[in-house]
């Protein structure tokens, strides 16, 4: 009976869509998929991550129907179309026992740039700083490094980290790290016991809240982006994606659904 | 009766004459199977390296100013050098180690306790390392952060991969001592040499062959391990000048950013791989001719 389905399923799935690109969008438009495939039964969603900037190109190329981006277009890529389904946030997150409050835009840098190395030259306890950088080619990296202005090579870490939860556990484990990982993520492990905290920017507090209303300064949009103006199955579900029917999972991945 | 008898024994005899036969073609399937695996792969490593190769040079993987694939900087000696600095630390305290505890499973601990001995080592054996991974990043790293920050270290990578490969240095070298005949302990013991000396002199040289096979084997595996070291190490690209410095070994920097990785700096993570493919070749070829000699 599954096997009868299965096949009957396969050999009539005619259309077919391919979604590549970004690995903070790609599980995201993978749950998406699923319930468009539920609700259109004769359309296969094919999720590859492989990072903003392969979504890009390979939108670009014909490669895939939906490129996934986790950052804006670059003005060398404005010839292609994009559309924001919801917003990521970048918070900085220290150990719960550091007493430092908050830490200006220099500070950070100086932190990061291997100026200061000890946590009493900014009001904490005497400590050496663990600075925990995310690995090169993440968007992450490329957003932190943007507001920051700073180039990579530039950065003196301690620790180089893959996901964000890689880099919480890390700054959980040590009680003079700094890092930086997605706040929805970091709010919710706040909120269940992880022994961390997220710092405010700028005196703007780093919550998913203030990345909805759009005053939390370093946050990037979650774009799906077509080499033209979308049509057909693309548009559908391009549509559907960014429209309240999926609200809910991108909740449940912790980001902020933008509504259109 | 006795032509049915002959019917049936040469019945017998061609059935067997077939089976060796087919029993010789699927032996000799599976082990071209295996080979052209091998094959397959180096030349997709070579493929898929080739444009690297191509672009930036051999000498700029040793030259660079360090490794910035997406500025254009390709240096991998520091990685190279933290790949052996880890391996040789873990082989170090591993190999000693993990003899010791097969001399003692073999001759000194009572069957019971040897047997329970036994079990623990196999169960660690079996420990995926991802779990290790996750052991040492929640408890071995802030300990060493407690005392050497940022803990995340050479350190604990080599620690960890101790505990990975010890099961293999000590498997093997039990087999290896139960693979020396009885008969040179009883010899030796006649002789009226003591129980250590027989052990030290007489046993352990005879079996140093199978030791030494184990660990080999080990240090190919300490070599390739990836998921306990990347979520251990640190992974900063740097030369390390003591054990708490974080480093990055080729593996981990191929897991790391492959995913996210184009054009040329997907090619040199291909010729990261590479690279260590040809170091386990390397270290295979020295095993067989290590074997080989002390055998012969």
């Known amino acids: 009976m599954f096997a009868a389905l299965s096949w009957h399923s396969i050999i009539y799935a005619a259309e077919k869509l391919v ?38 190109n390979d939108a670009r190329n014909g490669l895939a129907d939906i490129g996934m981006a986790s950052r804006a ?32 835009d220099q500070q950070v840098i100086d932190i990061y740039t291997g100026k200061i190395t ?12 663990t600075v925990v950088n995310k690995a090169e080619g993440r968007s992450t990296l490329e957003l932190f490094l943007h507001y920051y202005k700073l180039k990579n090579s530039d950065i003196k870490s301690q620790v180089v980290i893959g996901d964000n939860q890689q880099g919480i556990k890390t700054v959980a484990g040590n009680p003079g790290a ?31 809240e203030n990345v909805r209303n759009g005053s939390f300064p370093l946050s990037r949009p979650l774009n799906l982006v077509t080499k033209t103006a979308p049509q057909g199955l693309a548009k559908r579900f391009i549509d559907f994606a960014s429209s309240k029917a999926v609200y809910d999972i991108v909740e449940a991945q912790y980001f902020v659904p933008l509504a259109h | 009766m006795t032509s049915s008898k002959l019917n049936i024994s040469s019945r017998l005899h061609i059935n067997t004459l077939q089976a060796d036969t087919w029993l010789r073609l699927m032996l000799i399937s599976a082990a071209t199977i295996a080979a052209g695996i091998l094959l397959l792969i180096t030349l997709f490593l070579l493929r898929e390296s080739w444009p690297a190769l191509l672009h930036v040079g051999l000498l700029r993987f040793t030259s660079d100013t360090g490794w910035h694939p997406l500025e ?11 790949t052996f600095a880890a391996s ?24 019971m306790t040897a047997g329970i001995f036994k079990r623990i080592v196999a169960l660690l054996a079996g420990i995926p390392s991802v779990v290790f991974g996750l052991w040492g990043l929640t408890v071995l790293v802030p300990r060493i952060a407690e005392w050497q920050p940022p803990g995340a270290s050479l350190l604990a990578g080599i620690l960890i991969l101790v505990l990975m490969v010890l099961p293999t240095v000590a498997l093997t070298a039990e087999a290896a001592l139960n693979a020396v005949p009885e008969s040179y302990f009883r010899g030796a013991k006649a002789l009226g040499i003591s129980h250590g000396g027989i052990i030290l002199h007489v ?27 990347l979520m251990v190490a640190g992974n900063v690209v740097q030369t390390p000048t003591s054990p708490f410095d974080p480093v990055r070994v080729l593996t981990a920097n191929i897991a790391l950013e492959m995913a996210y990785a184009t054009g040329d700096h997907r090619a040199a993570l291909f010729v990261s791989g590479l690279t260590l493919m040809l170091l386990v070749i390397a270290l295979a070829t020295v095993a067989g001719r290590l074997g080989g000699r002390l055998h012969g």
């Open chain 1, 178 to 208: 700094i890092g930086y990982v997605s706040i929805g993520t970091a709010e919710f492990d706040e909120n269940n016991g992880v022994p961390i905290k997220l710092l405010p920017l700028n005196g703007v507090t780093a919550s998913v």
């Open chain 2, 72 to 82: 254009g900087a390709f240096n991998l000696t520091p990685m190279l050098i933290a």
């Open chain 1, 73 to 104: 277009l670059k003005p060398e890529e404005n010839d292609l179309k994009s559309l924001s389904i919801a917003l990521d946030g970048i918070g900085l997150i220290l150990h719960q026992d550091n007493p430092v409050k908050m830490l200006t």
């Open chain 2, 203 to 229: 046993v352990i040289p005879a079996a140093r062959s199978g030791i030494i096979g184990g660990i080999l084997l080990a240090t190919a595996r300490a070599l390739g391990e990836t998921m306990a070291v």
């Open chain 1, 19 to 56: 979604l590549t690109g970004s690995s903070t969008i790609a599980p995201l438009a993978a749950e998406i998929g699923k319930r468009f495939e539920k609700q259109n039964p004769n359309v296969r969603v094919d999720v590859q991550a492989g990072g903003s900037s392969r979504g890009v």
């Open chain 2, 88 to 111: 040789a630390g873990a082989i170090l305290i591993a190999g000693p180690l993990g003899v010791a505890s097969a001399v003692f499973g073999h001759f000194y601990a009572s069957t």
């Open chain 1, 118 to 129: 000890n946590w009493k030259e900014i009001g904490g306890k005497d400590g050496r700083i």
